[in-house]
């Protein structure tokens, strides 16, 4: 019996514990992000684009210095544990590769001022890719 309640005990505190050092984000620093967005497919080859992001509140804005890659402009995101969801507010023509819009789910890890972001659209019976943000605070 003292060997249950020692058993149960630890792991009480074994959860405790991962509770207390969980790091889940709540919310992106405020602020002007700079770095790359890269695109790499799965077959081999990609390209990569210098980003800027603004986020203020829940909004965001982004440009690239390259037109549509990535497609971005403005809307709004939430944080779902370490997943962020961007809903994209603008309006596109249908001259591009409307993958390249950020829009829906995206790994997120924030460590200091580092930003990443990362889409992956992998599957086997089509031409797939893995979508990357590699961002740092100003």
């Not at 440009?63 to 994209?88: D, M, R, W």
Request: hydrophobic share 35%; aromatic share 14%.
């Amino acid at each position: 019996m003292t060997r249950l309640i020692s058993v149960t005990f630890i792991i009480i505190l074994t959860c405790i514990g991962c509770d207390l050092f969980h790091n889940d984000i709540e919310k992106i620093p405020e602020g002007v992000y700079t770095g790359t967005f890269q695109r790499q497919f799965a077959f081999g080859g990609g390209d990569t684009a210098n980003v800027t992001m603004t986020f203020h509140s829940n909004d965001w804005t982004g440009q690239s210095n390259k037109t549509n890659f990535p497609a971005l402009c403005h809307g709004t995101y939430k944080i779902e544990k370490n997943k962020i969801v961007f809903i994209n507010d603008c309006a596109f023509t249908a001259d591009f590769d409307w993958t390249l819009i950020l829009s829906g789910e995206y790994d997120l890890t924030l460590n200091g001022s580092k930003l990443d972001l990362v889409h992956s659209d992998l599957g086997p019976s089509r031409d797939t890719w893995v979508d990357n943000y590699f961002l740092t605070k100003q």
